[in-house]
């Protein structure tokens, strides 16, 4: 969410991040890793794939995104912060994926 007294131009930012990411999460969710290319979320978010580019410096930059609004979303566990927890962690992170399969 913008903060008080952000401008214009950085509220537009934010609220074109969102539609960008958003629709990848909504392509994603509907269609697969597949779905999700820099022209499909262009059209379904109407405006130019030059725009999605303009956003992200790199497809992974744009992935990264992605994933953190799914892991938003499904409201994913925190990932680990050390190598002992990470093999808690996978139970877990599963059992979201389930409970959110739609």
């Given at each position: 969410?913008s903060t ?5 131009t950085d509220?537009?930012?934010d ?6 990411v958003g629709?990848?999460a909504?392509l994603l969710?509907?269609g697969?890793v597949d779905?999700?290319t820099?022209?499909?979320?262009a059209?379904?978010a ?5 725009t ?5 410096a790199?497809?992974?930059a744009?992935?990264?995104?992605v ?14 912060a050390s190598l002992?927890?990470l093999r808690d962690?996978?139970?877990?992170l ?9």
């Amino acid at each position: 969410m913008s903060t008080p007294g952000a401008s214009l131009t950085d509220r537009h930012t934010d609220a074109t991040l969102k539609l960008i990411v958003g629709t990848a999460a909504d392509l994603l969710e509907r269609g697969g890793v597949d779905e999700v290319t820099a022209r499909a979320v262009a059209k379904a978010a109407g405006m130019s794939e030059r725009t999605v580019f303009r956003y992200f410096a790199s497809r992974d930059a744009f992935l990264d995104a992605v994933a953190a609004e799914v892991a938003r979303r499904i409201d994913a566990p925190s990932p680990p912060a050390s190598l002992e927890a990470l093999r808690d962690f996978a139970d877990p992170l599963y059992r979201r994926f389930e409970e959110k399969a739609d």
